[in-house]
């Protein structure tokens, strides 16, 4: 059995660039279960299925399972309940299936492989036999390019109710690896495949370095005979009944920690002193009962500035427990309104600590409450933590920071400290209630001075700060807008160009002989540009009509590119770069 460290060191010793593909199926390997699933239920959902359909649909999933239906003919079943239904609508639905049930499916592990692979310069894929629909947002959002995968046949924008074939399973999974490898000059043989099933023997068995990935029993017998690396990741799926246990415990330690503060009140008189030891009680007493450790950098800057604002990347419910570790004492925090309602006991313990409620749909009791944070900043020497994002994202990309903490730090003339939580949504993603045993990696940045910040600049220094967290998480800086000097020598350039045209123009109207006015002829200057008009529509027509039965996610780039015009269909999130077109067969195939 292969460690996580193990598959790593492994990516870390193979070759650099992009001639070394790293190949990841999509259910099961990168994800926790089948996104399949999600998508029939959203469709029942919006009514594209009705119960009779449903029922056909999971009939065919059925057959297929014990083999009495081939996978192109099952993908066929489904696809004609599509029929006539518009692609964007779908490319729509694939974003909220991402972010509401699939986003927090992803394996830690899996993303970890992604990066290492991304950082050695890998032609990193996703080949799988799901729809496009299922697995391009995940792709996008770990940053993998290259997407194949089994296509709805799609024209003039609408489903037609058939798959393209041949579908990307089996032996097409092949094909598609054999596709991928000639366009990058990599050879099969020096490639890594991820798969969790016996459905991809046929590319298993084909690259030179295999690993089973969260393996179904008979894979991992296949595994084990062939000694291929094989690895169990525990940190996605069904929850163990300790694990839930611990979880309801962890999220009611906030109640006792806050029982448990009450004597020190009752002996000092002091609430201050009994709110600090509720909350660096809590942090302590959570973070035992869910197994997670922090491994800080930085940690003198946690106490080098008080009072000031903190500011962190909100990932995950388990964010609290690692600011109240943090953080342990003096500080007021920011909840939004709903929580009082949702939970009224956990909203009142979090008042009684001072946290301070916001209501987000109205803005005037939202400058009200921010104006109340100043006071307490001032008048009780207290820091101020706040999530600049304004909500939990699904996965670690950065947010757009909103500039409520900036304007709180500009008012009271206190330094921003930056918080950089890296891996929070190991512990609970978005969306999931169980907390999980994890490691998670946080450093602590230099405290930002605002005394000289001016109201005018603060979209700058929001940027500045933003683009710390970015270089400290890794992704790709925000790059600053252009200058209005910059922009004014655009316009002034601009401007120069018609001048001069003019002027010549002028010139050779006063240089040429007078001449007499041509007389007027209706009908030609009419019917010419309209009979030319007709034309160059019937052509674009035709030329849409012909693209538009291509599967999506084998475009070549040209057509992307011609595709993303006004007026054409929508191929949002798409990555850019496709294989050539498969040619679409008529062909019967089980």
């Avoid at 933003?466 to 922009?487: F, H, I, V, W």
Wanted: proline residues 6%.
């Amino acid at each position: 059995m292969a460690t996580l460290d193990e598959l790593l060191h492994s990516i870390e010793n193979s070759p650099e660039g992009p001639q070394v593909l790293a190949i990841f199926d999509f259910d099961g390997t990168l994800i926790s279960g089948y996104s399949a699933v999600d998508l029939v239920r959203e469709q029942f959902r919006r009514g594209d299925l009705s119960p009779a359909q449903l029922f056909e649909l999971i009939t065919a999933m059925a057959s297929f399972s014990l083999g009495s239906m081939g996978f192109s003919a099952m993908m066929n079943v489904g696809a004609q309940f599509l029929q006539d239904i518009e692609e964007t609508t779908y490319q729509g639905v694939s974003r909220k299936l991402y972010r509401e049930h699939i986003a927090r499916r992803v394996y830690p592990e899996s993303r970890a492989l992604v990066q290492a692979h991304l950082a050695r310069g890998h032609t990193v894929a996703v080949i799988s036999s799901a729809t496009p629909y299922q697995v391009l947002p995940a792709a996008r959002d770990l940053g993998i390019e290259h997407v194949l995968c089994t296509d709805l046949e799609v024209e003039d924008g609408r489903f037609t109710g058939s798959v393209v074939r041949p579908t990307c399973f089996g032996q097409g999974k092949v094909r598609a690896a054999e596709g991928l490898a000639k366009r990058f000059k990599a050879r099969l043989s020096d490639a890594f495949f991820y798969s969790d099933s016996t459905d991809d023997l046929d590319l298993l068995e084909v690259v030179g370095k295999p690993v089973a990935l969260n393996p179904s029993d008979r894979l991992a017998r296949v595994a084990q005979e062939q000694q291929w690396p094989e690895a169990h990741f525990g940190s996605r799926g069904r929850p163990s009944v300790s694990q839930m246990a611990r979880s309801v415990a962890a999220t009611s330690s906030m109640v006792g920690s806050f029982i448990a503060g009450l004597p020190i009140y009752a002996l000092t008189g002091s609430r201050r002193e009994s709110i600090n030891f509720s909350v660096a009680t809590f942090g302590e007493l959570a973070s035992a009962l869910i197994g997670m450790r922090l491994r800080v950098k930085g940690e003198e800057h946690l106490w080098s500035s008080r009072p000031c604002v903190f500011i962190f990347n909100h990932q995950s419910k388990a964010d609290v427990i690692i600011l109240a570790r943090l953080l342990r004492r003096d500080f007021a925090s920011v909840g939004k309104q709903e929580i009082k309602t949702e939970s009224p006991l956990l909203g009142k313990v979090m008042e009684y600590t001072g946290t301070i409620f916001i209501d987000r749909s109205d803005a005037r009791s939202a400058i009200k409450s921010v104006n109340s944070l100043v006071e307490v900043m001032h008048a009780e020497n207290k820091s101020v933590v706040m999530a600049p994002e304004g909500t939990r994202t699904v996965s670690p990309t950065l947010a757009t920071f909103k500039k409520g903490a900036f304007h709180i730090a500009m008012q009271a003339k206190v330094p921003i400290v930056p918080i950089v939580i890296r891996n929070a949504g190991d512990v609970a993603p978005r969306g999931e209630f169980v907390y999980r045993p994890a490691t998670v990696d946080v450093e602590i940045l230099p405290p930002v001075e605002t005394a000289d910040w001016r109201r005018a600049d603060l979209d700058e220094h929001i940027r500045e700060v933003r683009n710390m967290y970015l270089r400290c998480l890794g992704q790709p800086e925000e790059a600053a807008p252009a200058s209005d000097s910059t922009a004014e020598a655009a316009k002034d350039q601009a401007a120069v160009k018609p001048a001069a045209k003019t002027a010549a123009k002028k010139a050779a109207a006063k240089a040429a002989p007078a001449k007499k006015a041509a007389p007027k002829r209706k009908s030609a200057t009419k019917k010419a540009p309209a009979k030319a008009a007709g034309k160059a529509k019937a052509k674009a027509k035709a030329k849409a009509k012909s693209r538009a039965k291509t599967p999506a996610t084998d475009r070549p780039a040209s057509q992307e590119a011609a595709r993303s015009a006004p007026k054409a269909r929508s191929t949002a999130g798409r990555p850019s770069t496709r294989p050539k077109a498969r040619p679409k067969r008529k062909a019967a195939e089980s």
